[in-house]
């Protein structure tokens, strides 16, 4: 099942997220999902029985999801796209006045959805784009392809020989330059920037990421306006424009807004980027797992106990006593998973996003103003406050807006 907890902000500043003025979704959706999506304003799942369900603020239809048997979906900016069971697209949700919704007729076997575009793998293995404005985004490239991704204004797809081709819009390129060589990973950001991780653990980027560092990655994750990795040799570096990485060894990584948190090898927490509300003032010791939020920093101590640094509006850095196992970091609230398995949240609860549901949880995430959990049934459960709910769809809390 699956949980959430929170919704979306109509003004995102630190003060509309401690108060919690959003359009908002919660609940404990009821029954098995094999596959969720999430845009700015909507998320939908495909439940065990094939169907669709969408649920939050619902713009324009976005929560109109059709009926029939679906097979994958991709959501963005407020229209959805799946594709059904007999591998056509059906497209829904928008004003649609750039014709994201229309999809085109045959069969697909992969989609994704921009933010006013969307693209898809045909049986073929041929990519076919439509929507969008004179950006060329919808100018798709000829051959065939097995992976794609569509960001704000391009779109990349992976090629069968690994390679990489982009189209449209990023930042300084018109249209997108291609990736040479192979890569293993690729992802498009909602504006205009793109990295992927190559066959040979480098990465690369274009557009407002900037240029990739050089060597070898394991991994690598984003911020509100920067970029970090860890490399093979356990050295973090980032792409960002409030400060280098320390050096050393980290085991563990985390980007926030503005700032980046890591746990060397040592045990130690080192943070990194903007100190304005003392969020990269990490405290001495030694920590098990670490978490960076908006304004505020979470990490778990060797003893297991919580404990968070940086702006404590709304009680968000007061983390309670006792023993956790998980912990994050949002907008204006915290989460952890404790010993028993419940989930404790404390900070801002304006919509009721700091009133964890009972029962036991594997997994949390804390959002810029929600949180959701996955059961020990394998289920999701958000809880927030919402004026309407789908179809098996339970309260979770409501603390009122």
Avoid: K
Wanted: charged share 15%; hydrophobic share 40%.
């Amino acid at each position: 099942t699956v949980e959430c907890r929170g919704g979306l902000h109509i003004v995102v500043t630190e003060e509309s997220i401690s108060a919690g003025e959003t359009g908002v979704h919660e609940g404990a959706f009821a029954g098995a999902f094999t596959a969720i999506t999430a845009s700015d304003e909507h998320t939908c799942g495909i439940r065990a029985d094939s169907t669709v369900e969408c649920w939050a603020a619902g713009p324009r239809g976005a929560l109109d999801a059709p009926a029939g048997a679906f097979t994958a979906i991709a959501a963005n900016d407020n229209h959805t796209c799946g594709i059904r069971a007999d591998s056509t697209v059906e497209c829904w949700g928008g004003i649609n006045e750039y014709g994201q919704a229309d999809a085109p007729a045959g069969a697909f076997t992969a989609i994704t959805a921009g933010r006013r575009h969307s693209c898809g793998i045909r049986a073929d293995g041929t990519v076919e784009c439509w929507g969008g404005i004179n950006s060329g985004r919808v100018d798709a490239p000829a051959g065939a392809f097995t992976a794609i991704a569509a960001g704000g204004d391009h779109s990349c797809g992976i090629r069968a020989d690994s390679t990489v081709e982009c189209w449209g819009a990023i930042g300084g390129f018109w249209p997108a330059d291609a990736f040479a060589g192979a890569f293993t990973a690729i992802a498009a950001a909602s504006g205009f920037s793109l990295c992927g991780i190559r066959a040979d653990s480098t990465v690369e980027c274009q557009g407002q990421a900037g240029d990739a560092p050089a060597g070898a990655f394991t991994a690598i994750a984003a911020g509100q306006d920067h970029m970090c990795g860890i490399r093979a040799d356990s050295t973090v570096e980032c792409r960002d424009p409030t400060g280098d990485a320390p050096a050393g060894a980290f085991t563990a990584i985390a980007a926030g807004s503005y700032h980046s948190c890591g746990i060397r090898a040592d045990s130690t927490a080192e943070c990194w980027g903007s100190n304005r509300h003392g969020q990269t003032d990490a405290p001495a010791g030694a920590f098990t797992a670490i978490a960076a939020g908006s304004f505020h920093s979470c990490g778990i101590r060797a003893d297991s106990t919580a404990e968070c640094w940086g702006n404590n509006r709304g009680g968000r850095s007061d983390a309670p006593a006792g023993a956790f196992t998980a912990i994050a970091a949002g907008g204006g609230h915290s989460c952890g998973i404790r010993a028993d398995s419940t989930v404790e949240c404390w900070g801002a609860n304006g919509v009721g996003r700091s009133d964890a549901p009972a029962g036991a949880f594997t997994a949390i995430a804390a959002g810029r103003g929600h949180s959701c959990g996955i059961r020990a049934d394998s289920t999701v459960e958000c809880w927030d406050w919402t004026t309407s709910l789908p179809a098996g769809v339970s309260w979770a809390s409501w603390s009122g807006v």
